[in-house]
């Protein structure tokens, strides 16, 4: 099951056989978290890659007496502080999962065995970072380019579960109040 899912989450990447993933899924495992559990605290090193499985969650940073969402994700999206991961630096990104959620979760230790003849993690890691890097460069071309409703319209469309989403954390995300996004709601899209 989890092998599929990596698949699936990975094949946007690069196409490898099943077997490559059922490899991988033995690196890791399946963990529940409740709604608001902190996976990673601020100004610690990140260690683990997370992938949703089931829920959502996002990368808060403490700014103005209020927490400010720079990522966020749902099912088949990666929860992780990448940069402090990469790195194995501190960082102040927090890591939360907004609701009760199912993540697959591989230590940087485990990670690390990826990188090992035969086994992909060099390529992964080299897709997943330009992935990664082009996906936050869009979202500030989007922030500069778009309305605040384009924005959230283009999320409704491309993100599974984005209505499960606590109204704080999605507003930040898209850099508006939560006074606002109820507007863009409550109009008929």
């Keep these: 099951m989890i092998a599929n899912i990596l698949k699936k989450v990975f094949d946007q990447f690069l196409e490898l056989d099943i077997q490559v993933w059922q490899n991988f899924e033995q690196l890791g495992e399946v963990r529940q978290f409740r709604a608001d559990t902190v996976l990673k605290e601020a100004d610690t090193k990140e260690n683990h890659i997370n992938i949703i499985i089931e829920g959502s969650g996002g990368n808060l940073i403490w700014s103005k007496n209020n927490f400010v969402c720079t990522d966020i994700g749902f099912e088949n999206d990666f929860l992780s502080d990448f940069m402090s991961f990469s790195l194995q630096k501190a960082t102040p990104i927090e890591v939360r999962v907004f609701e009760d959620s199912t993540i697959f979760r591989i230590s940087h230790q485990n990670f690390q065995k990826t990188f090992e003849a035969g086994a992909y993690g060099n390529i992964m890691t080299r897709l997943v970072t330009e992935s990664a890097y082009n996906a936050k460069l869009q979202q500030q071309i989007d922030l500069l380019t778009k309305t605040a409703k384009e924005r959230y319209l283009e999320l409704l469309n491309t993100k ?9 954390y999605l507003a930040s ?5 939560p006074q606002s996004l109820s507007r863009i709601r409550a109009e008929k899209l």
């Design 160 to 168: 599974k579960g984005i209505e499960r989403t606590q109204l704080k």
């Design 173 to 177: 995300y898209l850099g508006i109040t």
